[in-house]
């Protein structure tokens, strides 16, 4: 294009030939100037600068580097960090005085950043803690009570709220009051309906567990799930993540039920709570189909509070500095090398033992057993 130009050719000539604009034939003609084509810098540049106005001189950084080495050798606080530095330079009064952030970033340019940067790990596992809802082959159904809430007009509400793991089946139930034996009517209706999942996860509350201030105390929710041959799970008290898909449902529920409308009744409350489960239902149909299955409610079933508890009771627990934990009333020990950790304790009924498998996120697939103990559920009777 230059050369062209330069052997007689028009500018208007050469554009159209190249099918460029004339503007750009005059650009790369100054840029050519009189010089010859071999010598010319032909690639494209930014415009503006080459460097930017403020970029921080080589002396600067230099300098900062020499303030970390002298102040990190004799400083009598012993720091040499950004803000150290910033108020060293201020004492000897340089000037221009850089900024907190660019000395930041000047210490990091030299790589001379002692602190570590958090490592992000991949998270375990939906069920980690349970092996065979890890893996996929059962189903989890996790419940909790909303309380707290109260219509305009008096009328107390508490909610029963209940979700699976895998499929994320929904349920829901407004009542008045939530006690031990609506919320066995509420799951009993509710697994009739759609079969038993392997697992069901509940948190400490009385209702679920049974009475705090007598040890050896199963509940009737207890008793129910372990003559339908479903392993109770309860979460670890102050802990987060185990009972992330029930709290997660929980405001789901609060946000698109109970915020979203004014309720004139309890029936109203309940009206609406059964058009969003229902749409909640539709909606991860597609999900509740690729869930694990679920066993079906034996016909000829029937409760009977009376009869000697059976089968298994997981409780998910903290251990304490001696490496020991409570449940059920009781201390177990678990293991001296073993404080403050997450255990899952497998409290077997038929064999009248209690396992202890060791729990971590880090590495979920880790769960040796840390003890095993002697214990027998006292027989007596089931006091309503």
């Known amino acids: 294009m230059v050369r062209a130009v330069r052997a007689g050719g028009s500018i208007h000539e050469v554009a159209r030939q190249f099918h460029l604009a004339r503007s750009t034939v005059r650009f790369w003609l100054r840029r050519a100037g009189d010089r010859r084509l071999d010598r010319v810098d032909w690639s494209d540049r930014l415009s503006g600068r080459r460097e930017p106005v403020n970029k921080t001189s080589r002396d600067l950084e230099d300098l900062v580097v020499t303030a970390r080495r002298d102040l990190k050798e004799t400083s009598a606080l012993g720091e040499y960090g950004a803000a150290t530095i910033r108020w060293e330079f201020q004492r000897r009064r340089i000037r221009p005085l850089p900024s907190l952030r660019t000395i930041g970033r000047i210490l990091e340019r030299r790589g001379l ?88 996860q509940f948190d400490n509350d009385t209702v679920f567990q049974g009475a705090h201030q007598h040890p050896d105390s199963l509940g009737r929710v207890i008793r129910l799930c372990l003559s339908l041959n479903l392993i109770p799970v309860f979460a670890p008290p102050r802990e987060t993540g185990f009972q992330a898909a029930i709290e997660n449902f929980n405001g789901r529920w609060q946000a698109k039920v109970w915020s979203r409308f004014t309720h004139a009744s309890r029936r109203a409350l309940q009206s609406r709570s059964a058009k969003f489960i229902t749409a909640s239902r539709r909606r991860a149909a597609v999900r509740i189909e690729a869930a694990p299955p679920r066993r079906t409610f034996p016909k000829d079933w029937k409760l009977n509070l009376q009869a000697l508890p059976e089968g298994c009771v997981i409780f998910l627990r903290r251990t304490d500095p001696k490496g020991q934990v409570s449940l059920l009333g009781h201390v177990f020990p678990v293991d001296t090398n073993w404080p403050h950790r997450l255990v899952r304790a497998e409290v077997d009924l038929t064999r009248k033992r209690i396992r202890f498998y060791a729990l971590r996120r880090r590495d979920p697939a880790y769960q040796p057993v840390l003890n095993e103990v002697h214990y027998e559920f006292p027989k007596r009777p089931f006091h309503k």
């Open 113 to 200: 950043l002692d602190g570590r940067r958090r490592v992000r790990r991949p998270p375990p596992p939906r069920g980690w803690y349970l092996p065979k809802v890890a893996a996929a082959r059962v189903e989890l159904d996790s419940f909790d009570i909303v309380e707290g809430l109260v219509i305009r007009g008096g009328d107390s509400v508490e909610v029963l709220n209940g979700i699976s793991l895998h499929g994320g089946l929904p349920a829901s139930w407004p009542k008045a009051k939530i006690t031990a034996k609506t919320a066995v009517d509420a799951l009993v209706a509710h697994w009739r309906r759609y079969g038993l999942p392997g697992y069901v």
